[in-house]
C-alpha cells in the first residue's frame, strides 16, 4: 500500500525555473528520501532527510520536512531538460527498513 | 563498480513458461530487493533478502520464487505467470539490512501473453 501522496502528478516548467513537488505521509517516519526515475528505468537516490532534520540541501535541490504536517517538499531549482524524470518520495518502515513509494510526480522542464 | 545489473532488459513469455531474472552486484551489499513496478505507479516491494536469507515476502503468489544463491547474485523464477504480471521488475540493493539508501538495477521489463 502507498505510504504517501505526491502533488503535483505531472508538472512541465521551461528550462531555468524552479520545481516544486510535494509529498504528504500517513505514519510517523525515521527518515524520508526522493528518487528520480528516467523513464522505464531504475531509481536513483537523490537525497535523505531524517526526522529530526527541517531543510537539506544538495546540489540544486533543497529539500523540507515538516513532521508536524507529515509533509516534504523537494525544490529542484535551475531546472534543465536532463531533469525530466520520475520522482518519488519513499519512506521505510518495519525491520527490514522496507521502502514505500508516494504516487510520484512527473516533472517534464521544455528546452 | 557501484551498479546494479539486471539480465534481461525485456521478456516476454507465454502464461505456461518457465523463466528467470537475475540481478547481480558486486558492491559488497548484504541486502536485496526484488519490486514490481507497473506503468505510471510507484515501485511495490516483493522480497527482501538479508544475508542471502529471504527475510521479507510481501504476500507475493507462489508463482514468483526468489533466490539467492550468493551475496552478489539474485533469481526471480516465473512460472505459469498470467498477464497482469506484466510490468517492470526492479532489483536494489543496499548495503545491509539496517541501511536506508538502495541501489536500482535498470529493471526487466516483463510481458506475459
Known amino acids: 500500500s502507498q505510504q504517501g501522496e505526491e502533488d503535483p502528478q505531472a508538472l512541465s516548467i521551461q528550462e531555468g525555473e524552479n520545481a516544486t513537488m510535494n509529498c504528504s505521509y500517513k505514519?510517523?517516519?525515521?527518515?524520508l528520501q526522493w528518487y528520480r526515475q528516467n523513464s522505464g528505468r531504475g531509481l536513483v537516490h537523490l537525497i535523505l532527510?531524517?526526522?529530526?532534520?527541517r531543510e537539506k540541501h544538495s546540489g540544486r535541490l533543497r529539500v523540507t520536512l515538516d513532521t508536524s504536517k507529515k509533509s516534504s517538499s523537494l525544490l529542484i531549482t535551475a531546472s534543465r531538460a536532463a531533469d525530466t524524470a520520475s520522482y518519488f518520495c519513499?519512506?521505510?518502515?518495519?525491520?527490514?527498513?522496507?521502502?514505500?513509494f508516494g504516487s510520484g510526480t512527473q516533472l517534464t522542464v521544455l528546452p | 563498480d557501484t551498479e546494479v545489473t539486471q539480465t534481461p532488459k525485456h521478456l516476454v513469455m507465454g502464461m505456461t513458461n518457465k523463466k528467470s531474472l537475475k540481478c547481480e552486484q558486486h558492491?559488497?551489499?548484504?541486502?536485496m530487493y526484488w519490486y514490481k513496478q507497473k506503468a505510471k505507479k510507484p515501485p511495490e516491494l516483493m522480497f527482501v533478502?538479508?544475508?542471502?536469507?529471504?527475510?521479507i515476502n510481501e504476500s507475493v503468489p507462489s508463482r514468483f520464487s526468489p533466490e539467492c544463491p550468493n551475496s552478489s547474485l539474485l533469481n526471480l523464477h516465473l512460472h505459469a505467470l498470467q498477464p497482469e504480471d506484466s510490468a517492470l521488475y526492479l532489483c536494489?540493493?543496499?548495503?545491509?539490512?539496517?541501511?536506508?539508501?538502495?541501489?536500482f538495477g535498470p529493471g526487466t521489463r516483463l510481458t506475459v501473453t
Open positions: 505514519t510517523s517516519i525515521n527518515n
Open positions: 536494489a540493493s543496499s548495503p545491509g539490512p539496517l541501511a536506508y539508501e538502495q541501489y
Open positions: 519513499a519512506t521505510d518502515r518495519g525491520s527490514a527498513r522496507q521502502l514505500t
Open positions: 533478502y538479508s544475508y542471502e536469507k529471504l527475510s
Open positions: 532527510i531524517r526526522s529530526n532534520e
Open positions: 558492491m559488497g551489499h548484504r541486502a
